[in-house]
Nanobody
C-alpha cells in the first residue's frame, strides 16, 4: 500500500505562484508514475502533470509554460511549481501515483484558490 499526502495549497492573487508538494510513504519503490490532477466542482477531473521515475514528464496544454512538475525519487516526493496563476486554475489539486501509470493511489487533495 501507498499513502500520499499533499501540502502547499492556499489562496493567491492572479499572477502569483504556489508550490504543491506530495510525499509518498509505504511501498514507494513500486511507484513508477506520480503526478497531479485537479478537480473543479461540476467538471471532470483534469490531468495536470505527470513524472515517471525515468524522468519522462507531461504537462497539460492548459498549464504548459506556467506549471512545472519535478520529482525527487530519493525522497519519494513530487512537486508542482505553479506560476502565473489564473482564476481558472482554482480547484482541488490531487496527488496521484501508480505502479505503471498514475491513478492507482490518491491523496486527499489540497485546495488552490486564485482570486483578487
Amino acid at each position: 500500500q501507498v499513502q500520499l499526502v499533499e501540502s502547499g495549497g492556499g489562496l493567491v492573487q492572479p499572477g502569483g505562484s504556489l508550490r504543491l508538494s506530495c510525499a509518498a510513504s509505504g511501498n514507494t519503490p513500486s511507484l513508477y508514475a506520480m503526478g497531479w490532477y485537479r478537480q473543479i466542482p461540476g467538471k471532470e477531473r483534469e490531468l495536470v502533470a505527470t513524472a515517471t521515475a525515468g524522468g519522462i514528464k507531461y504537462h497539460a496544454d492548459s498549464v504548459r509554460g506556467r506549471f512545472t512538475i519535478s520529482r525527487d525519487n530519493g525522497k519519494d516526493v513530487v512537486i508542482l511549481q505553479m506560476n502565473s496563476l489564473k482564476p481558472e486554475d482554482t480547484a482541488v489539486y490531487l496527488c496521484t501515483a501508480g505502479t505503471y501509470i498514475v491513478g492507482e493511489y490518491w491523496g486527499q487533495g489540497t485546495q488552490v484558490t486564485v482570486s483578487s
